[in-house]
Structure formats: C-alpha cells, structure tokens
C-alpha cells in the first residue's frame, strides 16, 4: 500500500511539471476539471421601483409633493427588472426583494410573468403577505440560446397599503430596501390634521415678567410656497432682543406631533415695527421660529402681536396673539 502512494504522488508531480514545461491545463491530463456548483439565486436584478396610483403601471404617483393618505389608501409599488448579459440562467433561478414596512400587505398574490409578445410565460411571481417578500422565478424560455434570451428585463407590480405608524413622529420617511440600496425613495404624506400654514403661541413668567417668548411653527401643512416670507408686526411696548431670533426645522407627524430638529442660521430683517425672515422656496416643510421681546412698558395689560406669512408679496395666512 505504501510503495502505491509513492507511486501516484510521484505521478502527480510528473504532471504537474509537464503542465509547466508544456503550458498544457491540468484538465488537459484530466485533472482540475471542477465546475462551479450553480448558485440559483440571481441577487440584486431590480433597476427601479416606482409607485402608481392604481394597478396600472402607467398611472404613476409623483413623489415631489406630500401625498394625502388614509389607512384605506391603496398604492402600487411596481418594480422593474433586468438579468445581465453575462448572468448564466437556469430554469428554477430566482430573485427576490423584501417591502419594506412602511407599507402595509393587502394579500398574498401570484401569476405569470411575461415576455413582451403578450403571451410567453417567462417564469412566475408570488408575493407572500406574511413574510413580506416578493419572489420571481424564472424558467427556460429566458435561457442563452432561446428565442428570448434578449429579452431578459420587464416589470412586476404588487398592490399595497400604508403603515400609518411609520408616520406618526414625522411624515417624511426614507423607503429603504432591504441590500438593495439603489432603490431607496423619500416619501412624504400629508399629516391628518390638515395642520395649518401659521401658529403663534407666547411664553412669559407670571409675575414681574421682563420679556416674553414667542413661537411661531409656519407652514405645518407642508404646502410648496415659492418664495416664503415670515413677519411680525411688534406692538408698542415691546422691543425686539435681535440676537434671540433663532429657526429650526420641523418634524410633522402624520396625527399633528411637531418636532424640532437642529437650530439652523437666519439672518432676520430688523424693521421699523418688526422683523422679517425669508425661508425661500419651501417644498414641503415646516419650520419654527423663536424669538423674544422685551417689556418696554408696563402701562398696557395685554399685547397684541400679528405674525404673518406670505409668499412672495401674497398674504397666504396670519396668526394673531
């Protein structure tokens, strides 16, 4: 038994020099001719996503505005899909993408994906609603060779709810797929209050008050305003602290929270009787503005402030405390 293990090691390395010598592969002499095992998953083939009103895929839901929605509300997320040039397919292979969770599962569907003729059955799709994933599987028509094998790109499309929950601290979500990236969108929906364009509230110790707190949150109903300009006419009696002006971003939940973020820099506009602030164009987002006055005189029991917010040189609201 010994003397055969010489003799085969003594072989092997026979071949291996002349494989050297000779510039002949070792699957030449027989050897090395191992073959990857196929892997049936395809990975990442989703190119885009989309979403549509309807089950049409030609009704598409435009996103550059917030969308008004219900817990009834029903949208359609259609992906589109394409298998590179270079992938090897098999029948049985297959690709798949999980729904992220801000939408909500209506039911579990299946059917035929088809090529672009109209009637070829390419492969099948099936979304199951408890795991929260979307399968495509493909079988041999797309395979190199075929009459299809040019034609391996198409889309499917699922219908879908809303997760309100996901929207209740802030109405702006990222979708977020799962290792696919790629596909990620912003959404924003309206929040269910309706909210308002401008709210004012004040602030102001009870006894032997020396200044008071004003808080201003503009535009909470997350309208697009061309050219946003915040004022506030100050009444006799009070004086502006011009460095206390100060702006921050706002979070609107979809059931009205509001949530400020980081202090952001403004430079107001010192007037006669006031101040102004402009915000520019605003698509969609809401801002708070805080600022403090003085108590200049004491002869007055109440003070009467109006805060006012136009676009451009249109009064769109006003908030009087």
């Known amino acids: 038994m010994k003397n055969m293990f010489q003799k085969i090691k003594k072989f092997l390395v026979v071949i291996l020099i002349l494989s050297l010598i000779s510039n002949i592969p ?23 996503v989309v979403m549509t009103k309807t089950a049409n895929p030609e009704d598409l839901l435009p996103l550059d505005k917030p969308l008004e929605i219900t ?63 979307l399968k495509l599987q493909f079988n041999e028509v797309l395979q190199d060779g075929g009459d299809y094998e040019e034609e391996r790109s198409g889309t499917v499309g699922i219908m879908l709810k809303f997760d309100l929950t996901k929207f209740e601290e802030d109405t702006t979500q990222l979708v977020q797929f799962e290792y696919m990236e790629s596909l990620n969108f912003s959404l924003t929906v309206k929040p269910a209050s309706g909210t308002d364009l401008i709210t004012k509230t004040e602030t102001h110790e009870a006894l032997n008050a020396k200044e008071v707190t004003w808080t201003v ?16 006419t100050i ?69 009467t402030n109006n805060a006012v917010l136009y676009n451009g040189e249109t009064e769109l609201d006003n908030a009087w405390i």
């Open 26 to 48: 070792l699957q030449g002499f027989g050897l090395g001719n191992v073959k990857a095992e196929h892997n049936p998953d395809l990975g990442n083939i989703f190119t885009q």
């Open 235 to 303: 009444p006799a009696g009070l004086q502006l602290i011009e460095d206390s002006v100060k702006i921050y971003p706002l979070s609107v939940g979809y059931y009205g929270d509001l949530t400020p973020g980081a202090e952001s820099p403004v430079t107001p506009v010192i007037e006669e009787n006031g101040f102004s602030v402009s915000l520019g164009q605003i698509k969609g987002k809401a801002y708070r503005i805080v600022y403090k006055t003085k108590i200049t005189s004491y002869a007055q029991t109440s003070y």
């Open 217 to 232: 949150d503009v535009n909470t109903a997350l309208e697009d305003i061309d050219n946003a300009i915040f004022k506030d």
């Open 71 to 133: 817990e009834s509300t029903e949208v359609g997320l259609m992906f589109y899909w394409k298998i590179p040039d270079e992938k090897e397919l098999l029948s049985g292979d297959y690709a798949q993408v999980k729904i992220p969770d801000v939408f909500k599962p209506i039911a579990t569907a299946s059917g035929n994906l088809i090529a672009s003729d109209g009637y070829t059955v390419i492969g099948t799709f099936l979304f199951d609603k408890d795991t929260g994933y």
